[in-house]
């Protein structure tokens, strides 16, 4: 059974803080990476995709990829309360071979005026 | 770029009704459309998934006869909850894939805003 797990929080961090959402997924073929926000009664929206190891920003989001480890992450820089929600975390399975993603449940952040 | 709409974003039917919700690529053609339910507090659920002109693949537990997929052209999936009963109350969201050639990454999915349904 390949899994994404993703610690589900809360996270609650003061506005202006660096949030830190971590996910680790089992599958080694996996070769695209993806974080979703989700608010709540709203449906996932893109964040950023990365697909090679290091780190990839846009804006005051940068993703990080580390497949030895198996490990890809998500940094919020200057957090502020509009970004609370859920942060899911998907990887593709089969290497891509099905075209489906693999969801974490995802980590409800809450940033803190 | 990559809008995916969903028709109609919310619905309230009576039991043994049939419910049909519409996704659409809005600007872009779809390879293959992906059917999510999302009970409240819990993550998403994949039902299936559908590729144009073939029948859906649904996913284990899923009864294909109760949720009926069509898959018509390459920007239009719709899905038939037929025979709703209470329990099928939930939050159906559609996703799409880039049909390759186009400026968008092939493996993506794109969300479209939802459907909530509430089966009386």
């Known amino acids: 059974q390949k899994e994404v797990e993703q610690n589900s929080g809360p996270l609650s961090v003061p506005e202006g803080a660096i949030a830190s959402l971590n996910c680790t997924y089992s599958?080694?073929?996996?070769?695209?990476f993806f974080w979703y926000r989700q608010y709540s009664g709203k449906s996932p929206e893109l964040i950023m995709s990365i697909y090679s190891n290091g780190d990839k920003e846009d804006g005051r989001f940068t993703a990080q990829l580390n497949k030895a480890s198996q490990y890809v992450s998500l940094l919020i820089r200057d957090s502020q309360p509009s970004d609370s929600a859920t942060y899911l975390c998907a990887v593709n399975e089969n290497g891509g071979a099905t075209n489906k993603l693999i969801f974490g449940t995802g980590t409800l952040l809450a940033v803190q005026p | 770029g990559a809008v995916v709409s969903q028709h109609p974003s919310w619905v309230i039917c009576k039991s043994g009704t049939s419910v049909k919700i519409e996704c659409r690529s809005l600007d872009f053609q779809a390879t293959t459309m992906f059917w999510y339910r999302q009970f409240p507090k819990q993550s998403l659920m994949l039902m299936a998934t559908?590729?144009?002109?073939?029948?859906?693949?649904?996913e284990q537990g899923v009864e294909k006869d109760k949720f009926l997929i069509n898959h018509a052209s390459l920007t239009l999936s719709t899905l038939t909850v037929t025979s709703a009963h209470p329990e099928d109350s939930s939050f159906y969201i559609c996703?799409?894939?880039?049909?390759?050639?186009?400026?968008?990454?092939?493996?993506?999915?794109?969300f479209g805003p939802g459907t909530r349904l509430t089966v009386l």
């Open positions: 559908s590729n144009e002109g073939s029948k859906a693949t649904y």
């Open positions: 599958d080694r073929g996996s070769q695209s």
């Open positions: 996703s799409a894939t880039l049909r390759a050639g186009g400026y968008l990454n092939t493996d993506t999915q794109y």
